[in-house]
């Protein structure tokens, strides 16, 4: 369905420039369910977190919420007691305007570390922020969580459940500090269909697990990370259990959903001009192959070589030597789209005609270990010389 205007019955969004960025861009977003929903909600493993990532793992027990307020251009980030107050008080005054529990109010920012959020700004921007709250809004709020991005990002997907059709949307943001176990991203996922704490909080690991986790810009890993997922029931279906027949179909359309953001955000990575979809086969487990994505999406050497359309699969070779999964090198097989660069180890002397399908901006990576059944997927991008500058000159 894509990015096509589809309304997701309960939930209302609002973004605006409140003036935390210098630019005068959108800002501040807010994503409201009209009733409470189910929550869940997965966060950066770096040992380092942001304020506000720290109060949502203390409020995510309560597996409830009803609305979220994200900030960017400020990631309020290693900004000590003050950080972690100002936090909490974007929660409180949210939900004083919206008139419900602040339980039930999260709060999420990304942008530049060790800065103190702006809070006189944020303050007078809250309540016109409420008054904007739209059902056909969603876009704003895409938009208003941004930073290095160059273009909002939205998906979603109907699926029928029971007898019911139902609704999941999200919405990602992510373009650097962007590596495999979540990175610089937000992403917020919400649907009409009603969901049990427990399916929702499996559902998203497992989501995530498939796409924001096997992803990889620039190897390096926020402390903002966040991605949360709000079913708030009003499709009126039997609510998905673990073990209920519509759980599957319920998980794979949440995966499927954070799977084209997850693409978004490669596509979108700082300086990136190619998006490159990494698939290893023929493993002997899922562990071992996505050990050998990973390593191979992480590569600068391959990321450089994919940029400067040299068809060099000595670097992807190496790259799965040494990425801890036991291989055989006369086993390997190495794929370009359809053309096959390397057989049983050795190269196949197709370097011209793979040359000429580093052109395009989709490529199709696929290596066969020979060793076995179990496969697992990556993203990754090349990387350019526009990447340096933009990071060279991010905060100045």
């Not at 876009?139 to 273009?151: N, V, Y």
Request: proline residues 4%; hydrophobic residues 40%; positive net charge.
């Amino acid at each position: 369905m894509g990015r096509a205007s589809v309304i997701v019955p309960g939930f209302s969004f609002a973004g605006l420039p409140a003036g935390i960025k210098k630019s005068g861009a959108y800002d501040l977003a807010l994503i409201f369910s009209e009733k409470p929903a189910a929550l869940a909600g997965v966060f950066t493993t770096n040992r380092i977190k942001a304020a506000p990532v720290r109060l949502a793992i203390k409020q995510i027990s309560s597996q409830r919420g009803q609305a979220v307020i994200v900030n960017s251009g400020n990631a309020n980030a290693c900004t000590g007691t003050a950080g972690y107050k100002n936090a909490g008080e974007m929660t409180g005054l949210t939900a004083k305007t919206l008139g419900i529990p602040s339980a039930l109010v999260y709060v999420a920012s990304t942008g530049v570390i060790g800065r103190p959020l702006p809070m006189e700004k944020i303050r007078r921007a809250v309540p016109l922020l409420v008054k904007r709250l739209s059902p056909f809004d969603l876009d704003k709020a895409a938009s208003a969580i941004m930073t290095t991005d160059t273009f909002a990002k939205i998906f979603t997907k109907k699926i029928r459940i029971g007898r019911k059709t139902g609704v999941i949307a999200g919405i990602a943001k992510g373009a650097g500090m962007i590596c495999p176990d979540m990175a610089t991203m937000l992403c917020f996922m919400f649907t009409d269909i009603a969901v049990t704490p427990e399916a929702l909080d499996s559902a998203l690991r497992e989501a995530v697990r498939n796409s924001f986790n096997r992803i990889s810009i620039d190897n390096d890993m926020s402390t903002n990370d966040t991605a949360m997922a709000m079913a708030n029931g009003l499709l009126q279906n039997t609510p998905v259990a673990k073990g209920s027949p519509a759980y599957r179909t319920f998980a794979n359309a949440l995966r499927d959903v954070a799977y084209e953001l997850a693409k978004m955000i490669v596509t979108d990575g700082e300086g990136a001009t190619k998006l490159v979809e990494i698939t290893v086969k023929g493993s002997r487990t899922g562990t071992d192959a996505e050990r050998v994505a990973r390593a191979v999406a992480n590569s600068m050497l391959v990321k450089t070589a994919i940029y400067g359309r040299d068809p060099n699969w000595g670097r992807i070779i190496a790259a799965i030597g040494y990425s801890g999964t036991e291989v055989r090198e006369d086993r390997i097989d190495i794929y370009l789209n359809n053309v096959r660069l390397v057989r049983k180890g050795t190269g196949t002397k197709k370097e011209p005609e793979a040359r000429e399908l580093l052109a395009e901006k989709n490529i199709s990576l696929t290596i066969d270990l020979g060793m076995g059944t179990k496969s697992a997927k990556a993203l990754t991008c090349d990387l350019t010389e526009k990447y340096i500058k933009i990071n060279a000159h991010y905060t100045t």
